[in-house]
Structure formats: C-alpha cells, structure tokens
C-alpha cells in the first residue's frame, strides 16, 4: 500500500491508524485480525529506488513480526481453572 500525504509523514500515525480501522473491523466481525507491514517514508524528489524502498519497508515488517512473536512467546499462558 501506498499512502500520499501533503505534510511531512508520520509513519507512527499511519501506523495507528491501520491498527485502530484493524481492530475495528475485527471487532465487528468478532474476529482478532492481524497484519503484517513496514513503514518508510520517503519524499519521492530524491533518487531512491523503489525496490530499496520495499526492502526498507520488509526489514521492518519482519522485525516487527519477530517483536510480536518474542512478546507472545514471554506472555505466560494461564492454566485452565480447576488445574495446578
């Protein structure tokens, strides 16, 4: 995806509001969605080329899936009641 913008980017804002429209639709279909993506920002004026842009932008994600996967991983997992 592709987000245009006049002013300078918020890549923490885009961020939470893909997250936030996310969690919503989840909510209304009673689903825990999830997605995956990285964000960079660039003024498209310079010479960057945009398969260095999408490398950047994967480096990320995959980072950001390796976070949430160690998150879970240290979240202890309650046992069922009536057990221990």
């Known amino acids: 995806m592709v ?3 006049e002013e300078p ?3 923490a804002a885009l961020q939470a509001r893909l997250d936030a429209a996310l969690e919503a639709a989840g909510t ?8 995956s993506y990285g964000t960079v920002v660039t003024d498209w004026l310079g010479p960057e080329d945009p398969d260095e842009l999408l ?11 390796r ?14 009641l009536g057990e221990g």
């Not at 996967?69 to 069922?80: D, I, L, Y």
């Open 67 to 80: 976070s949430r996967q160690n998150r879970r991983e240290a979240t202890p997992v309650a046992e069922p």
């Open 3 to 5: 987000a245009e913008a």
């Open 9 to 11: 980017a918020d890549p």
């Open 55 to 65: 490398m950047r932008a994967d480096t990320l994600m995959y980072s950001e899936k």
């Open 28 to 35: 209304r279909l009673g689903l825990g969605l999830g997605v």
